[in-house]
């Protein structure tokens, strides 16, 4: 089964950065992507790559600020975030799934069979 581990959250201030991580037990996954939920709300899709073709699918809230990408070897998949707003602050959780079927497009929870633990992301 795949087994995902994220890193690199923290506290940064307002138009910051941060670069999370994450690292990926099985490099078959046909698409992966990031997911965030603040507290009393729902989670919420942020960013999905489709590794065939690498396409890249934002949610309107972080367009020309996140950037989802992938090494070469898939291994390893990263969200690079810049002009952090307060907004953005959430718990940020990294999902996989192996399914055939997948739709990337709809940055939706249900597509995705493994998650990892999460990373705390606060922005002030």
């Known amino acids: 089964h795949v087994q995902l581990v994220e890193s690199g959250g923290g506290s940064v201030q307002a138009g910051g950065s941060l670069r999370l991580s994450c690292v990926v037990s099985d490099s078959s996954p046909n698409c992966m992507g990031w997911f965030r939920q603040a507290p009393g709300k729902e989670r919420e899709g942020v960013a999905v790559i489709y590794s065939n073709s690498g396409n890249t699918y934002y949610a309107d809230s972080v367009k020309d600020r996140f950037t989802i990408s992938q090494d070469s070897a898939k291994k390893t998949l990263y969200l690079q975030m810049n002009s952090l707003k307060p907004e953005d602050t959430a718990m940020y959780y990294c999902?996989?799934?192996?399914?055939?079927?997948?739709?990337?497009?709809?940055?939706?929870?249900?597509?995705?069979?493994?998650w990892g633990q999460g990373t705390q992301v606060t922005v002030s």
């Open positions: 999902a996989a799934s192996r399914g055939l079927l997948v739709r990337p497009w709809l940055l939706s929870s249900a597509d995705y069979n493994y």
